[in-house]
């Protein structure tokens, strides 16, 4: 993934933007640009790749890439501040936007989500979900139930419960500014039409 010196390329140009090896981040640099460890990211690379389009062109994105731009842009919401990955900055969205769809449907695939996704084993646990409020869904969290003290379960719970309000006062906040998120769904005007 390191820069290949191009005689071609205009360093003065404003779209110019060196490559860099992302892996040569910092650890604590590469987890806040892609929320995950360099050996996660590459073990990932290896699940993925057989679920990414390869084609034979010369410019083609590799899949490691593909996978940085999208961890990059689920990460800070922006496909412009792809550190780490070996696209120039004058890289079209189109480019970034095929390779976040490529990187989510390998990610979708069975194979791949039913590894790394996992859900409740048994009815009980079902029961427990449903019982604290949580509509079933397949890609919900929900707290673990009857943990003890002091364990990596109990800390998942308050840390859940913390995040659960911030989310709540937050999507409270955004109802009162934004009416038609409602429980009704509707708009409260009827905007003109020209």
Known sequence: MLANDNANEDRSSP???????????????????FRLSKELVRQLVM???????????????DVTTKLLIALNFF?????????????????????????????????????????WVKFPSNFQELDHIRADGYALRPWLQTPVANVRANTPEERYNKAFKCARANIERCNGILKMRFRCLLKHRVLHYAPEKG
């Open 15 to 33: 779209w110019f933007l060196p490559r860099i090896d992302a892996f040569s981040l910092s650890d604590q640099l590469f987890v806040k640009n």
């Open 75 to 115: 990460a800070t919401g922006s496909y412009q501040n792809s550190i780490g990955s070996n696209v120039h900055a004058a890289s079209s969205q189109a480019s970034v936007s095929k390779c976040i769809g490529e990187v989510v449907n390998a990610l979708n695939h069975p194979d791949i989500f039913n590894h």
């Open 47 to 61: 699940e993925i790749n057989p679920y990414i389009n390869h084609t034979s062109r010369s410019s083609s994105i």
